[in-house]
Nanobody, 128 residues
Framework: QVQLEESGGGSVQAGGSLSLSCAVS????????MGWFRQSPGKEREGVSV???????IYSDSVKGRFTISKDNAKNTLYLKMNSLKVEDTAMYYC??????????????????????WGKGTQVTVSS
């Protein structure tokens, strides 16, 4: 099993930046598929970004160009750098992993990738 712990959430004004981290522990391999998902009150969980096994990155249309996902295999840590934040980015952000490899599929977003392990989440609040 894989344990995931997010950090770095907080409150910021629109236009600001935040960086999230996800520390991974347990039986983890660098080829595992990993990503960030988010959920706002009253809304379904949505995929924000996924990094597949060979390093390709997939972003949702709503964050493309503003968010950057990265992974440090030596530190077993996943990151999400969020710039130009908008009020609509307010949500609980979850780190997730899939205990298997995954690969880039044409014309799909982060929600295409099924995850097996989830963190407890970190809150991001963007005010106007």
């Amino acid at each position: 099993q894989v344990q995931l712990e997010e950090s770095g959430g907080g409150s910021v004004q629109a236009g600001g930046s935040l960086s999230l981290s996800c520390a991974v522990s347990g039986k983890f391999y660098s080829h595992y598929c990993m990503g960030w998902f988010r959920q706002s009150p009253g809304k379904e969980r949505e995929g924000v970004s996924v990094v597949v096994s060979d390093g390709d990155r997939i972003y949702s249309d709503s964050v493309k160009g503003r968010f950057t996902i990265s992974k440090d295999n030596a530190k077993n840590t996943l990151y999400l750098k969020m710039n130009s934040l908008k009020v609509e980015d307010t949500a609980m952000y979850y780190c997730a992993a899939r205990r298997a490899a995954c690969y880039l599929v044409a014309d799909v977003g982060p929600d295409y990738y099924t995850m097996t392990d989830w963190g407890k989440g970190t809150q991001v609040t963007v005010s106007s």
